[in-house]
């Protein structure tokens, strides 16, 4: 998203998991799937510009955050709670990072495979096949913002057949090439952030497990 104005401003971004979003905005998540739509056309006329004004005139971001949450909760006690069986069957994409199969989901949750597909489609918003490929791309890149790797071994570790592999499916979801996007996580933040690697974890994906050769003694204090 690219924005222009005048002067100084603020801004409020708002991210969502994708179940998040299903209870939130209260449709099936497929009409949104590839495409850009103004908040008025789900959360009511008048919505957006009422919501700005709203935390335009709050004295302080305490009370901002206090109306956003007001205003979210209400719009998830309306809504409608997400599908058991799709908690389940998105839970175990992401903590699989994408390597389970349609026939996996169906025989953990219960259910056919087709009803799975649909499911997944209406709660996530595209199909079991397309979310493994972003899953493993994410955890991917989840990977390399946190321990660095060849691309050979980090196409090992994500799960991909070989680094040719990587390459096509950063290029067809980024238009990138995995070097290409390392290079811009790898650029040093501006201003007083620290460290020279920024983390991409964009779905809320597990933490990678770390490799044999990372992993500190445990301390017995530690818990789990």
């Known amino acids: 998203m690219v924005a222009g104005f005048d002067g100084a401003g603020h801004a409020v971004e708002i991210d969502l998991t994708p179940l998040g979003a299903y209870q939130l905005l209260n449709l099936p998540l497929h009409h949104l799937a590839r495409t850009v739509i103004a908040p008025d056309h789900i959360m009511g006329p008048g919505w957006a510009a009422n919501t700005t004004e709203q935390l335009a005139a709050a004295l302080s971001w305490p009370r901002r955050w206090q ?125 007083h952030s620290s460290g020279h690697i920024q983390s991409f974890n964009d779905f809320g994906l597990p933490p990678p497990h770390p490799r044999a050769a990372d992993r500190q003694p445990a301390d017995p204090n530690d818990s789990l």
């Open 67 to 191: 109306i956003l949450d007001a205003l979210l909760a209400r719009r998830l006690r309306a809504g409608t709670l997400p599908s058991p069986a799709a908690v389940q069957a998105w839970s175990l994409l992401r903590e699989r990072g994408g390597a389970v199969s349609l026939r996996e989901l169906s025989r953990a949750t219960g259910l056919g495979q087709r009803r799975i597909q649909q499911l997944l489609r209406e709660h996530v918003g595209l199909p079991p096949q397309t979310l493994s490929r972003i899953v493993r791309f994410h955890r991917a890149l989840a990977m390399a913002s946190t321990a660095p790797d060849s691309l050979v071994d980090l196409a090992g570790r994500a799960g991909y057949h070989d680094q040719s592999h990587m390459n096509r499916d950063f290029r067809a979801l980024s238009g990138k090439t995995p070097g290409e996007l390392l290079h811009l996580m790898r650029r040093r933040p501006a201003g």
